[in-house]
């Protein structure tokens, strides 16, 4: 949100859940717009002016009748509740869902099938219930329909794709309005010809923004596979994943040389990423084969990447999968990509802190743990669990050798299985404890903004969520195709400032990476040299095969 939506945050005083009918889905015919759903000058309702793209949010959504019957109402479950205590105007808490499509839509098709995949998954359709600090605690209205329309058309442009982005990460869906999201479809062209396209691309972005005090990036990936299984007649469920044969492969143990766990201190305060001095008109525009897609936005307009600017930056790339060693068909290995990832984001923030010559310290990355069904029955809100994973301090050199990283991905790997495998709360114990008192949620929304400060040193050091290989195929038929790149960013707030998402498309080999920053943290520059850290500690965590021996394939399941 912006500074100029607050009531979006704060609305003043004014059933059951609905299956899948559990049929194939029937493709939607095409439709053509009628002349009464079009607007004065003759566009389709819903598409924006070309004046009107940099208008707040809600001005661009077309508003739609509410239905006056009374609707079920929900409390708000934990993780939306200590969401909404913690919302601020200057660091929206937007997900950013992007899909690449190689061809073109048919927007009222489009636009069917989404209302219709809405309808199949009402519990997104919901707005929350005007409150007072008086009241006892937040309430979800679940609504019949969508009180707005949530699918917009930016006019194409060269420029179209990066002004998504910068609403995707500035302008939050309100809460005030059912759905709390917003999908933007973006027509070709979206990248500028700067000479290194010859033509424009002809492909199709969708992109997805959601308001996270309502739902996380699983739960609106769900919502896009049924638009796709609706607009293009296919069935988008998931197969069940596959059961080992044998017992997994236990880690190798390589413990003893690793640094010692118990050096890590419970109230030890974790590492903080190196805050960097901005440096002003730092831009990368134009994404290419071998440099990321950067978003130069800032939430408060300006891109000039100052201490004063406000909001979330973005990187976009993709990274080859890094190999892991062979394994017998049907064990697990003996680490996953996951383990990868974990351990390549451990290496770029200690080698990031080394060159900054900050002092070493324990790094904790916060690692979502998804454990619903992916069906359509798939559960929809925020259905993750946040837990830490700790790396105690290091004074390996900056660059480590083959074996370091070995024994760091092993020692990960029998950490994670462990958290994996063991029951949890989606929050830590105060949180819990926090929205049980009996107190309104005037003082208690109070008491949480003041604990969230005094914790602040304690934050972890980043977040890094892996949905992995997205189990949908996301295809929108013969004219759209199958999606050809996913990429998704959460939240970096401060005091933590930075997230790194990944995820890959279900049949490809490349790992989409999102890296997003809070801007009083770094600047764009500083964001980029953080990005080729990344790379390199990534490709650091590859197997290497044996002299003379065959390299194997890329890892199978990010």
């Known amino acids: 949100m912006t500074a100029l939506q607050p009531a979006r945050h704060d609305p003043s005083e004014g059933g059951d859940s609905r299956s899948p009918d559990g049929l194939p889905p029937e493709p939607i015919p095409p439709k053509r717009p009628s002349p009464e759903g079009r607007s004065p000058d003759g566009r389709p309702s819903g598409e924006l002016s070309p004046d009107g793209r940099d208008a707040p949010a809600a001005s661009r959504q077309r508003p739609l009748p509410r239905t006056c019957t009374t609707s079920p109402r929900i409390p708000f479950p934990l ?14 808490e937007t997900v950013h869902v992007e899909v690449h499509l190689p061809g073109r839509l048919d927007h009222e098709r489009l636009r069917t099938a989404f209302h219709q995949a809405l309808a199949r998954h009402p519990r997104v359709l919901m707005r929350q219930v005007p409150v007072r600090w008086w009241h006892r605690q937040y309430t979800w209205q679940l609504t019949p329909a969508p009180d707005v329309d949530p699918v917009v058309f930016p006019p194409p442009g060269p420029d179209a794709l990066a002004r998504a982005r910068v609403r995707a990460l500035t302008d939050c869906p309100p809460l005030d309005a059912s759905p709390p999201l917003r999908l933007e479809v973006i027509d070709p062209p979206h990248a500028p010809r700067d000479g290194r396209h010859e033509s424009p691309p002809r492909g199709t972005v969708l992109l997805l923004t959601i308001h996270h005090t309502a739902l996380d990036g699983p739960a609106g990936l769900r919502i896009l596979a ?18 080992p044969t044998t017992t997994p492969t236990p880690p190798t143990p390589h413990h003893v040389s690793h640094p010692d766990r118990t050096n890590h201190l419970p109230l030890a305060r974790p590492a903080r ?10 831009h990368t525009t134009g994404p290419s084969s071998e440099q990321p897609q950067q978003d130069t936005s800032t939430a408060s307009g300006n891109g000039n990447g100052s201490r004063t600017a406000k909001g979330n930056g973005v990187l976009l790339t993709d990274l080859p999968v890094p190999t892991r060693p062979p394994h017998p068909t049907g064990t697990r290995p003996p680490y996953t990509v996951n383990d990868q990832l974990l351990v390549a984001t451990y290496l770029m923030t200690t080698r990031w802190n080394a060159l900054h010559n900050r002092p070493t310290a324990p790094v904790v990355i916060t690692m979502p743990i998804d454990d619903r069904p992916r069906g359509p029955q798939m559960p929809i809100g925020n259905g993750t669990r946040l837990t830490p994973v700790h790396f105690p301090p290091t004074t390996a050199p900056t660059t480590p050798g083959a074996q370091t990283v070995s024994r760091l991905l092993h020692h990960t790997a029998t950490h994670t299985q462990a ?3 063991a029951p949890g709360p989606q929050l830590a114990w105060p ?5 049980t008192l009996p107190l309104p949620i005037g003082p208690r929304r109070a008491l949480t903004r003041a604990l969230r400060t005094l914790a602040a040193p304690w934050t972890p050091t980043t977040l890094l969520s892996n949905i992995g290989r997205i189990p949908y195929p996301l295809d929108f038929g013969p004219a759209a195709g199958r999606a050809t790149a996913v990429w998704f960013s959460a939240p970096a707030r401060m005091p933590r400032g930075l997230s790194v998402t990944t995820a890959a498309t279900s049949d490809g080999d490349r790992i989409h990476l999102a890296l997003r920053w809070s801007r009083t943290l770094l600047d764009d520059a500083a964001a980029a040299r953080l990005l080729a850290l990344f790379r390199s500690s990534l490709a650091a965590t590859a197997w290497p095969p044996p002299e003379g021996a065959d ?3 890329a890892g199978d399941t990010p």
């Not at 993780?79 to 929206?92: T, Y």
């Open 431 to 435: 949180a819990s404890l926090l929205t």
């Open 273 to 282: 990423i190196a805050p960097t001095r901005p440096l002003p008109h730092q």
């Open 226 to 243: 049924t638009a796709a299984e609706l607009y293009g007649g296919t069935h988008a469920s998931p197969p069940p994943p596959p059961t």
């Open 551 to 553: 390299p194997p394939a």
């Open 79 to 92: 993780v939306d509740e200590i969401s909404r205590h913690c919302l601020e105007d200057d660091e929206p």
């Open 419 to 421: 958290l994996k495998s």
